[in-house]
């Protein structure tokens, strides 16, 4: 097995991430390595162009920053209780770029061996139509990538 030194996990809460979450602390408890956890705010996905401009900036983002920070205290803990070193960064998705660039640019910014990201595995119009950050993380990433997907519906994990 690779000897991994440091090891790169965006999380978004999801259970297909909190199942690459586990995969990520499993591989840093056999490699010794640190694990950094990021978190990019996605202020896009709230939009729904009803909001006024001055509630969307004064109360919208300060609640999905204050939520992104509480999943991220969750998660550090998550791999503290299990013996990794962790730390971890919080993005505002609205200084510009893609999910996949502040994941590249984190990487190479802690010389990452490794990302792990958790995947939905959706296909067809559904992966058209939502697209796909695991898939843009595998095609910019600097270092190989760990996908993990989710269990398929009514199958056991």
Same mark, same amino acid.
Not at 14 to 42: C, N
Not at 135 to 149: F, G, K, T, Y
């Given at each position: 097995?690779?000897?991994?030194? +440091? *090891?790169?996990?965006?999380?978004?809460?999801?259970?297909?991430? @909190?199942?690459?979450?586990? @995969?990520? &602390? #499993?591989?840093? #408890?056999?490699?010794?390595?640190?694990? $950094?956890?990021?978190?990019?705010?996605? @202020?896009?996905?709230?939009?729904?162009?009803? @909001?006024?401009?001055?509630?969307?900036?004064?109360? *919208?983002?300060?609640?999905? +920053?204050? %939520?992104?920070?509480?999943?991220?205290?969750?998660?550090? +803990?998550?791999?503290?209780?299990?013996?990794?070193?962790?730390?971890?960064?919080? *993005?505002?998705?609205? #200084?510009?770029?893609?999910?996949?660039?502040?994941?590249?640019?984190? %990487?190479?910014? /802690?010389?990452?061996?490794? *990302?792990?990201?958790?995947?939905?595995?959706? #296909?067809?119009?559904?992966?058209?139509?939502?697209?796909?950050? %695991?898939? +843009? &993380?595998? $095609?910019?990433?600097?270092?190989? /990538?760990?996908?993990?997907?989710?269990?398929?519906?009514?199958?056991?994990?």
């Amino acid at each position: 097995m690779s000897s991994y030194h +440091q *090891i790169l996990m965006p999380v978004d809460g999801s259970p297909t991430s @909190e199942k690459a979450l586990d @995969e990520a &602390i #499993r591989l840093a #408890r056999l490699s010794g390595a640190r694990l $950094r956890l990021l978190h990019v705010v996605d @202020e896009l996905d709230y939009v729904n162009g009803f @909001e006024p401009a001055m509630n969307y900036l004064n109360e *919208i983002i300060p609640l999905m +920053q204050g %939520a992104g920070e509480k999943l991220l205290a969750h998660d550090r +803990q998550k791999a503290l209780d299990q013996g990794v070193e962790v730390d971890s960064v919080l *993005i505002d998705e609205g #200084r510009g770029g893609r999910i996949c660039d502040h994941v590249a640019e984190q %990487a190479r910014r /802690v010389k990452a061996d490794l *990302i792990v990201v958790g995947s939905h595995g959706r #296909r067809g119009i559904g992966r058209v139509l939502l697209g796909s950050d %695991a898939e +843009q &993380i595998v $095609r910019h990433a600097p270092v190989p /990538v760990l996908v993990v997907r989710a269990p398929e519906e009514g199958l056991a994990p």
